[in-house]
């Protein structure tokens, strides 16, 4: 469990089964980040302290998810390195050698229900309705270059002397 008061006010906290205490906190506005292992942080902007008086606050957090898994090659199975995984912009990371991505914090289950896979050397592609509740051993693939592409070629006369059948043309 954590807490941060900005701007930074030389305070102390106390903390006790979920229930904070900030002392000899000056008058003035801040703001206040929570956060705990499997619930997703929250800030408070704009809280205003007066001098001599004592203020009670309420502040619940949501139950998260951290997203992590691995991105391999479709083709061999080898693991993917420097692969973007990007679940709606919110949460972006990149693959490490192992192909191995977790998210730093947590998000809502329902922000890692979508995520988009792209990396240089393959094709791009996005994941949707990943399971919301349980999102901590996705296994993504990436493929490489299984889009279609059509051509025609046409010489300096603009007479075709190539299909997109195949068929080539004296």
Same mark, same amino acid.
């Given at each position: 469990i954590g807490i941060a008061i $900005?701007? /930074?006010? !030389?305070v102390q906290t106390r903390a006790e089964g979920g229930v904070f205490e900030v002392i000899d906190l000056p008058p003035g506005t801040y703001q206040? =980040?929570?956060?705990?292992?499997?619930?997703?942080a929250r800030t408070l902007y704009g809280l205003r302290v007066h001098a001599g008086r004592k203020q009670k606050m309420k502040i619940e957090l949501d139950r998260g998810v951290r997203p992590r898994g691995r991105?391999?090659?479709?083709?061999?199975?080898l693991p993917v390195s420097g692969a973007t995984v990007d679940f709606g912009g919110g949460l972006r990371m990149v693959t490490d050698a192992a192909g191995h991505f977790e998210a730093p914090f947590a998000v809502?289950?329902?922000?890692a229900r979508e995520v988009t896979?792209?990396? /240089? !050397?393959?094709?791009?592609?996005t994941f949707r309705d990943l399971p919301a509740q349980n999102p901590d051993d996705l296994r993504l693939a990436l493929? =490489? !270059?299984?889009?279609?592409?059509?051509?025609?070629?046409?010489? $300096?006369?603009? =007479?075709?002397?190539?299909? /997109?059948? !195949?068929?080539f043309y004296a």
């Open positions: $900005a701007p /930074p006010a !030389g206040l =980040r929570l956060w705990a292992d499997g619930y997703v991105v391999f090659d479709d083709t061999d199975q809502l289950p329902e922000a896979l792209s990396h /240089p !050397g393959f094709d791009r592609v493929t =490489r !270059g299984k889009s279609a592409i059509s051509l025609t070629l046409i010489n $300096a006369s603009e =007479r075709v002397i190539f299909d /997109p059948a !195949g068929s």
